[in-house]
Each structure stands twice: as C-alpha cells, then as structure tokens.
C-alpha cells in the first residue's frame, strides 16, 4: 500500500507457526514491506495484508477466517 494519507493496519501472518500480528495504525506500510520480503528470502514463509478496520477488528476477522492465534505487535518481524 506504500503511503496514503488515511490510515490503515497490516495483519502479518506466518504461516508456518499459524500466528499473526496487526501492526498500526499507519500510513506508509514501506518499512514492514521490506521487513517481510527479508524474512521470506531467509526462508520463512511470512505474508501481509491491509485493511482500514480497527486493530481489534482485523484481528478478529483473521482469527475468525484462518483460525491463526494473535501474538504481539513486532513478534512476526521487525521494522528495523
């Protein structure tokens, strides 16, 4: 999604552990981006997707639909 000027949250999922995160609010996903295409090229197999709904909201959408447990905000991967 790279910038915009409305905000949004990122639900990181790997999928090997079946854990997610949400990330945000934010409006320029570039950093988390990178930070999952690093961890995919070191073998995990890590993806992302957007949403405007609230954190709690995009959590329990993604729980609902893939039956993945929620673990911290930056546990999936880092930002850095």
Do not use: L
Request: positive net charge; aromatic residues 8%; charged residues 20%.
């Amino acid at each position: 999604m790279a910038r915009t000027t409305s905000p949004f949250v990122m639900v990181i999922a790997d999928h090997a552990k079946k854990e997610f995160s949400v990330e945000g609010p934010m409006t320029d996903d570039t950093r988390w981006n990178k930070a999952i295409a690093a961890a995919n090229v070191a073998g995990r197999n890590v993806n992302c997707s957007t949403t405007e709904a609230s954190i709690e909201q995009a959590a329990a959408d993604y729980a609902s639909q893939f039956g993945y447990k929620r673990v911290p905000a930056g546990s999936i991967v880092s930002r850095s």
